[in-house]
């Protein structure tokens, strides 16, 4: 099928309102980017397990999660990498030097290494189910992302681990992916697999892991919550995620 554009939102600040909801007002406007043949692709961190009311609410069915590392078109899975479990093996040692925890993400399951305080904290922070503890769940499970639960440490990991790319989202933890991969690589491969590589692209965000999501954008659109350096990128600066930015940016841009 062919489109008239994408438009690739990320969700936590952006998309959703403080509450991790979709308001009745987003909803109908990606109803109406539908109806305006533009393709709306959800473009998170987080795995399809924590979205699946999200895309029912706002009815989506295209969507990059864990930060690219998978990629599902109009409900088909068309991509998606793995992170080897000598790796991971390595990263849950890394991670208990430092007293720290890692969770591991597929596109079915979520478990955790072990329980800590950030554990809680960093899934209370985007209005998600705290995951189940499994320590050896990763030795028999493919992972496509990992999740570093802690406040800091980041250098360590950084150079600990150069195959790996590190995302800070969130106070309590980082997202981990492979190298290279991101949100901008995702759109790229998208544009690839639809076969549409002069497509415009619009791009909505707001925190670190949202500037290769941008760059790989048309339109740059920032949340007025976002980032300084996500401000800085943007083509366009819209109104806060609860006071209607995506709706002020999709009619800014004509898309509704």
């Known amino acids: 099928m062919s489109y008239q554009a994408l438009a690739f939102f990320d969700l936590d600040g952006t998309l959703l309102d403080s509450h991790s909801q979709i308001t009745p007002e987003v909803a109908q406007a990606i109803a109406t980017l539908r109806q305006n043949n ?68 597929n596109d079915k399951d979520i478990w955790a290494s072990g329980a800590n305080r950030y554990l809680v904290e960093a899934f209370d922070h985007i209005h998600a189910n705290v995951p189940p503890v499994l320590p050896k769940k990763y030795q028999e499970s493919l992972v496509n992302m990992l999740l570093i639960l802690g406040t800091n440490a980041d ?19 980082i997202d981990v992916v492979r190298k290279g991969t991101s949100k901008g690589t995702a759109v790229t491969r998208i544009k690839e697999l639809l076969n549409l590589p002069t497509i415009p692209t619009y791009g909505f965000g707001d925190g670190p892991n949202d ?20 401000k800085e990128q943007a083509t366009f600066v819209t109104k806060t995620n609860n006071n209607g930015g995506i709706v002020h940016a999709l009619k800014h841009f004509d898309l509704i």
Do not use: W
């Not at 790989?216 to 976002?226: L, V, W």
């Open 155 to 173: 250098a360590y990991y950084n150079e600990t681990f150069p195959e790996l790319t590190f995302y800070r989202n969130n106070p309590f933890s």
């Open 38 to 105: 533009i393709l709306p692709i959800i473009a998170t961190g987080r795995a399809e397990p924590q979205i699946q009311y999200i895309k029912q609410a706002a009815g989506i069915t295209s969507d990059a999660v864990m930060n690219g590392a998978f990629i599902r078109l109009a409900g088909e899975v068309v991509f998606q990498e793995h992170i080897e479990q000598a790796i991971c093996q390595r990263m849950v040692e890394a991670v208990h030097l430092q007293q720290q925890e890692v969770v591991f993400y």
């Open 211 to 230: 500037l290769a999501l941008l760059a790989a954008c048309d339109e740059k659109i920032a949340m007025g919550n976002a980032t300084s350096e996500l």
